[in-house]
């Protein structure tokens, strides 16, 4: 009876740990910051440890010359391509006497003075005068002849190309929705109903949809791939109810590409990965192992070092101890892969296997041996189940360089989508789902390139019409060059 009590009372204990956990759980996410940040005081000890499992002697380098002095930033520079409106000040003519001896004063240089000025956005008209010839023979009167009207990228669009991809950039790039849109339209003096804006952001996305293809193409033939998901709200209007949908994000070095599901079923990334051989990395969703085991050995798995960081994060205030060297060991990896930075794919390799491999190894048998002392369904237990069922899949890694340690690019990339969701609330349709995705995916590769997804959107939304299909990599952000006349 006495090891029956006990064994009820231990049982509470368990359940009312996870309860309180999952209590602190929901007061973070509701309240609480997101970042899963540490104290100055943790963030020591965990540097210790990690330096600790590590144990790494260091290797002899030559030592480098001193670097020279930084000086203050000071203010920050107008860039030198910005028009400049020359404004001269100069001294009235009754004051350009010498106080001395009264004697004419002469200019001797000037001082010039720059600000940063903002003029506001203008709408302009656009008109196309297509010349029209006839014969002048009065008798004959029998060809006519109009110019031809260049091609456009949305037939019979009021918009041009600047205004498509000012629209554009204004819903996906800086997430406005669309009735506000409309009232800053409005002060310009232009009324149009978001019901016409929204056609033109659907026109734009079916115009650019061969571009989000051959970067779709791309991605699915990559050696590697990185993918995650984030849930979107979804108006169902047959049943009249909000549902769920995903946004997915796939990334390669070069491309950014997302695809809008109305659901998280398997069947979906698995149509997207279907043409694809190589590593998948992504987070431990089981859908995702399903379709490698399913491949015959076609795809592999790579699992996110972060996520499970995550975990013994989150295990902190349940159990402390063992919660920060569940960390440090990571941490110890991270810095290997920091000092790894910029190296060729054949020396990172090495680096890894050298260094890497032996956290791991130490860390593995770490983990092992706490599996056995904790509470299986704690927070810690929970972290630690997770490394050790995952264990293959999170060190695919050290063998191949082109795999990254974690999945933050492709949290990275989904970060606007869930900022985007806050002010639009949902998607109307699927059709604003995939209008979404085609045109997030050119503005998200335009910021991992370092383009101007304004310029970008207008000066593609020219040529698209034109662009021969066997050069249409050439559109992609990655590739694009702007051409001199895109002003």
Not at 186 to 199: K, Q
Request: proline fraction near 6%; hydrophobic fraction near 35%.
């Amino acid at each position: 009876m006495l090891q029956e009590l006990l064994a009820q009372l231990k049982e509470k204990d368990q359940k009312i740990e996870n309860l309180t956990f999952w209590l602190k759980e929901l007061r973070q996410r509701q309240f609480g910051r997101k970042s899963e940040s540490l104290t100055e005081e943790n963030q020591r000890l965990l540097q210790f440890l990690a330096q600790g499992v590590a144990a790494l002697k260091p290797e002899p380098r030559p030592e480098p010359p001193p670097a020279p002095e930084k000086k203050g930033h000071g203010r920050t520079r107008i860039p030198k391509e910005l028009l400049r409106d020359v404004l001269v000040h100069d001294v009235p003519k009754t004051k350009r006497r010498c106080e001395c001896c009264r004697k004419q004063l002469v200019k001797i240089g000037e001082v010039v003075t720059e600000q940063i000025e903002y003029v506001p956005a203008s709408l302009h008209g656009k008109r196309h005068v297509r010349i029209k010839y006839g014969c002048p023979d009065s008798d004959c009167r029998g060809t006519v002849m109009l110019a031809d009207l260049p091609p456009q990228p949305v037939p019979k669009c009021k918009a041009a190309e600047g205004m498509l991809a000012y629209v554009v950039w204004q819903k996906y790039g800086l997430h406005m929705p669309l009735y506000r849109l409309e009232e800053d339209l409005a002060l310009h003096r232009f009324l149009v109903h978001r019901s016409t804006l929204w056609e033109w952001v659907w026109g734009a996305a079916e115009a650019l949809e061969p571009v989000y293809q051959a970067m779709k193409k791309a991605v699915q033939g990559s050696p590697v791939v990185e993918t995650d998901e984030t849930p979107v709200r979804l108006w169902d209007d047959e049943r009249k109810m909000m549902t769920t949908g995903r946004q997915w994000v796939y990334n390669n070095p070069e491309h950014t590409v997302y695809e809008f599901t109305a659901d998280r079923k398997k069947k979906h990334p698995e149509a997207f990965l279907a043409a694809t051989t190589g590593t998948v990395l992504s987070d431990a969703y089981s859908a995702y192992r399903s379709i490698a085991k399913a491949s015959g050995g076609r795809i592999v798995n790579a699992f996110c070092m972060a996520h499970l960081r995550r975990l013994f994060y989150k295990a902190l205030d349940s159990d402390e101890q063992r919660a920060m060297l569940g960390m440090a060991y990571i941490r110890a990896l991270y810095d290997v892969e920091d000092e790894g930075k910029g190296r060729a794919p054949a020396a990172l390799k090495k680096l890894r296997q050298r260094k890497s491999r032996p956290i791991l190894d130490q860390y593995k048998g770490w983990l092992d041996e706490q599996g056995q002392a904790v509470l299986a369904k704690g927070p810690i237990g929970k972290a630690i189940a997770y490394a050790i069922k995952n264990w293959k899949e999170l060190c695919r890694y050290v063998e191949d360089p082109r795999i990254r340690i974690d999945n933050n690019r492709s949290e990275q990339t989904l970060r606007p989508i869930a900022i985007g969701r806050k002010n639009w609330q949902r998607y109307q349709s699927e059709r604003g789902g995939q209008a979404a995705a085609i045109l997030s995916s050119l503005i998200a590769s335009c910021r991992r390139h370092k383009k101007n997804p304004f310029e970008y959107l207008r000066d593609v939304l020219r040529r698209i019409a034109t662009h021969p299909a066997r050069k249409i990599l050439e559109l992609t952000p990655a590739r694009w060059k702007p051409r001199p006349n895109t002003s």
